[in-house]
């Protein structure tokens, strides 16, 4: 009998990294999309009893997640980064290989989404919108967007040259499939500049992805670029803004396992479950992100459709950014950029 509680106390010990295995730490960004996941992604698996999600919020700090495996103490274990991070970390060796044999098929999803280290999980776009209640007539053309005449007041940018330059070279009349193969070129970027030049007077930059949409309501601007997602937030909350798809920019946000997770096996359910048909439909209807894996948007009804970066209508006229220009050529732009927008 006096065995009986060593015993107990050997047990216990025992099960403590089962059950520290069964909590999986899984980090976004937050906001209205950490809302969206929790409801389609993360109560889901926990209620399947896949094991406990515990949410982090960060800013896409790729340098926590380096100073992680550097120092081998990882305590991430799925991680949502953008599209350069998952490249530059894969290259860096930052994270776990992905065994897509447990994702599922490749050909379910969008070419895009599929990365040796990483599964694409969302889709969204910078887009051309305006508010309803202040602007009749709808603008349909990035040159519209550059039209002052028809379409008085400032515009909201982005400050920075991405999208930016893309955008003023729709606008000057390049097709969106030759957006980069123009701007690669030096005549090309000193095209987009000079188109950049003719609306800088009615230029109002923005910096957060919650001002675009703030610069609308109040009136500050008659159109704006901004995130298709934090237009959708406003919607939800009665705004009557609106989005103009043609030409549109999007990308992608990749789920990664950092390089060492001690919950690796569990990671890669959790991203197989948050990669399922079932799941990416529930997350696009609390959040209008597009769906990677494309049997989701089967499950959508034409409503929640309309409003994603990823429906047939919306994405005809859209352009991928392109992280491998920007990795090539976005120092030099970054800095010719800065020097345009001081003058």
Same mark, same amino acid.
């Given at each position: 009998?006096?065995?009986?509680?060593?015993?107990?106390?050997?047990?216990?010990?025992?099960?403590?990294?089962?059950?520290?295995?069964?909590?999986?730490?899984?980090?976004?960004?937050?906001?209205?999309?950490?809302?969206?996941?929790?409801?389609?992604?993360?109560?889901?698996?926990? &209620?399947?009893?896949?094991?406990?999600? #515990?949410?982090?919020?960060?800013? /896409?700090?790729?340098?926590?997640? %380096?100073? @992680?495996? =550097?120092?081998?103490?990882?305590?991430?274990?799925?991680?949502?980064?953008?599209?350069?991070?998952?490249?530059?970390?894969?290259?860096?060796?930052?994270?776990?290989?992905?065994?897509?044999?447990?994702?599922?098929?490749?050909?379910?999803?969008?070419?895009?989404?599929?990365?040796?280290?990483?599964?694409?999980?969302?889709?969204?776009?910078?887009?051309?919108?305006?508010?309803?209640?202040?602007?009749?007539?709808?603008?349909?053309?990035?040159?519209?967007?550059?039209?002052?005449?028809?379409?008085?007041?400032?515009?909201?940018?982005?400050?920075?040259?991405?999208?930016?330059?893309?955008?003023?070279?729709?606008?000057?009349?390049? &097709?969106?499939?030759?957006?980069?193969? #123009?701007?690669?070129?030096?005549? /090309?970027?000193?095209?987009?500049? %000079?188109? @950049?030049? =003719?609306?800088?007077?009615?230029?109002?930059?923005?910096?957060?992805?919650?001002?675009?949409?703030?610069?609308?309501?109040?009136?500050?601007?008659?159109?704006?670029?901004?995130?298709?997602?934090?237009?959708?937030?406003?919607?939800?909350?009665?705004?009557?803004?609106?989005?103009?798809?043609?030409?549109?920019?999007?990308?992608?946000?990749?789920?990664?396992?950092?390089?060492?997770?001690?919950?690796?096996?569990?990671?890669?359910?959790?991203?197989?479950?948050?990669?399922?048909?079932?799941?990416?439909?529930?997350?696009?209807?609390?959040?209008?992100?597009?769906?990677?894996?494309?049997?989701?948007?089967?499950?959508?009804?034409? &409503?929640?459709?309309?409003?994603?970066?990823?429906?047939?209508?919306?994405?005809?006229?859209?352009?991928?950014?392109?992280?491998?220009?920007?990795?090539?050529?976005?120092?030099?732009?970054?800095?010719?950029?800065?020097?345009?927008?001081?003058?």
């Amino acid at each position: 009998m006096k065995l009986k509680p060593l015993m107990i106390a050997v047990a216990a010990i025992v099960t403590l990294p089962v059950l520290a295995q069964s909590q999986l730490t899984v980090v976004n960004f937050g906001g209205a999309n950490g809302a969206a996941q929790k409801k389609a992604y993360f109560e889901s698996f926990e &209620k399947a009893g896949a094991g406990k999600v #515990v949410p982090v919020e960060y800013n /896409g700090e790729q340098a926590k997640i %380096k100073a @992680m495996v =550097e120092a081998k103490n990882v305590t991430w274990d799925v991680v949502e980064v953008e599209s350069p991070d998952v490249n530059r970390g894969c290259d860096e060796g930052l994270f776990e290989k992905m065994d897509w044999s447990k994702v599922g098929n490749k050909a379910d999803f969008q070419p895009a989404a599929v990365h040796e280290c990483g599964v694409g999980t969302f889709v969204w776009s910078t887009v051309m919108a305006y508010n309803g209640d202040k602007l009749k007539t709808a603008p349909t053309t990035w040159a519209d967007f550059w039209d002052t005449k028809k379409f008085p007041g400032k515009r909201g940018m982005r400050k920075g040259p991405r999208y930016n330059l893309e955008f003023a070279l729709m606008a000057d009349g390049v &097709k969106s499939a030759d957006v980069y193969k #123009v701007l690669a070129t030096k005549e /090309g970027a000193d095209r987009a500049f %000079k188109k @950049m030049t =003719e609306l800088k007077p009615n230029i109002q930059f923005w910096e957060a992805g919650a001002q675009p949409p703030q610069f609308l309501v109040a009136g500050d601007v008659t159109m704006t670029t901004a995130y298709n997602g934090r237009i959708d937030a406003a919607q939800r909350e009665g705004k009557n803004l609106k989005i103009t798809w043609t030409g549109g920019i999007y990308d992608l946000d990749y789920w990664v396992m950092p390089k060492g997770t001690p919950n690796k096996a569990l990671a890669q359910k959790f991203i197989t479950h948050a990669s399922s048909a079932d799941a990416q439909a529930e997350y696009a209807r609390n959040i209008s992100y597009g769906p990677t894996n494309n049997k989701a948007l089967a499950k959508l009804d034409a &409503k929640v459709l309309s409003l994603l970066p990823t429906s047939p209508a919306n994405s005809k006229d859209a352009l991928q950014f392109n992280i491998h220009f920007w990795a090539d050529q976005g120092e030099a732009l970054e800095k010719r950029f800065a020097a345009w927008a001081a003058q």
